[in-house]
């Protein structure tokens, strides 16, 4: 007997012999290859498994506390490895950690700072790794003003420093990898 179907691709009518059921032929008026079906008497129905509702309500809870570490972590401000993330945050007086004017006590002007912190985005931005670890292990001893600088740009998106076109929540990104570095 015959199977019968619609070509998938032009929609016409198809007549196969029922010994290419199963396998892919070429339709008659497009010359498509297509898939010829099982004719549906020799289609068996397959037992399904019978629900279990212990599974089911792990899944479930699993999928919500999944969706919740998701949320937390896409709303999450604190660099890895701070607790609660103030460090650098105003304080109730209003004040900021000093970001000492022109150098520190090691002697890297302000500026060098953060044209180092403009070379480590950019070279997050462009793929180069090595030369981003380069650059935060220069900045190493500059803890204090890499965190101010950090924080700086995070909370009011400080533009004083020429950093590369990105979006901002992938160089917020790139700032906190190099304030946990810190």
Do not use: W
């Amino acid at each position: 007997m015959p199977v019968e179907f619609h070509c998938e691709h032009c929609g016409k009518h198809v007549k196969a012999p029922s010994e290419a059921a199963g396998r892919k032929g070429k339709c008659p008026h497009c010359q498509a290859v297509c898939y010829i079906p099982s004719p549906p008497e020799e289609l068996e129905e397959l037992p399904l498994a019978p629900l279990d509702d212990a599974e089911e309500l792990r899944r479930k809870r699993a999928l919500e506390e999944t969706a919740k570490l998701q949320h937390a972590l896409l709303h999450e401000r604190a660099a890895p490895g701070e607790p609660g993330g103030a460090a650098g945050r105003p304080s109730a007086g209003g004040t900021r950690p000093a970001a000492r004017a022109e150098s520190n006590s090691l002697g890297m002007p302000l500026a060098e700072v953060q044209q180092l912190v403009a070379a480590f985005v950019s070279a997050m931005s462009e793929g180069q790794l090595d030369r981003a670890e380069r650059v935060a292990t220069r900045l190493q001893g500059e803890r204090d003003q890499v965190i101010a600088i950090v924080e700086r740009i995070s909370s009011t998106g400080d533009a004083s420093i020429a950093l590369p076109n990105l979006p901002k929540p992938v160089m917020l990104g790139f700032l906190k990898q190099l304030r946990a570095r810190m």
